[in-house]
């Protein structure tokens, strides 16, 4: 049985809900409302991993260096999933340019439980210091 969920407060749902019986959102006016940006922020809150890591990517992928915090604070809610967490590191890379990007990647060197994210972004950060 497939599982649906709010695209607001990620509780479970059924399929033919219009509004959100926890939250009360209007499911379609709530998703229309939001850019595409905001949106993958947004979702970086879903209780699914996949879905988590489909907006990961495609973060790292735009570029936007406003999702730099959002993405560091996905990380370190989910500190046993390592392959996320790298793959964040993947992402804020990837960010354009800027000191959001930086204070991110030093905080998941410092901060995140998982041995190989601290050395991830200890390396990104060399590597992007060593280009200056």
């Not at 879903?46 to 570029?63: C, E, F, N, Q, S």
């Not at 990007?101 to 200890?122: I, N, T």
Request: proline share 6%; charged share 25%; with cysteine.
């Amino acid at each position: 049985m497939r599982i649906n969920y709010c695209g607001h407060c990620f509780a479970e749902i059924t399929p033919e809900v219009q509004q959100c019986p926890f939250c009360g959102i209007v499911l379609q006016e709530w998703a229309y409302s939001l850019d595409y940006e905001t949106r993958l922020i947004h979702t970086l809150g879903h209780p699914l991993a996949d879905v988590r890591m489909r907006a990961i990517i495609a973060l790292g992928k735009r570029g936007d260096p406003q999702a730099a915090d959002p993405l560091v604070r996905c990380a370190l809610r989910h500190p046993i999933d390592v392959v996320e967490g790298l793959e964040i590191v993947a992402g804020l890379r990837r960010l354009r340019p800027g000191g959001a990007r930086s204070k991110a990647l030093d905080r998941l060197a410092r901060d995140h439980p998982a041995h190989a994210v601290r050395r991830a972004a200890a390396e990104v950060l060399t590597g992007m210091a060593d280009k200056k």
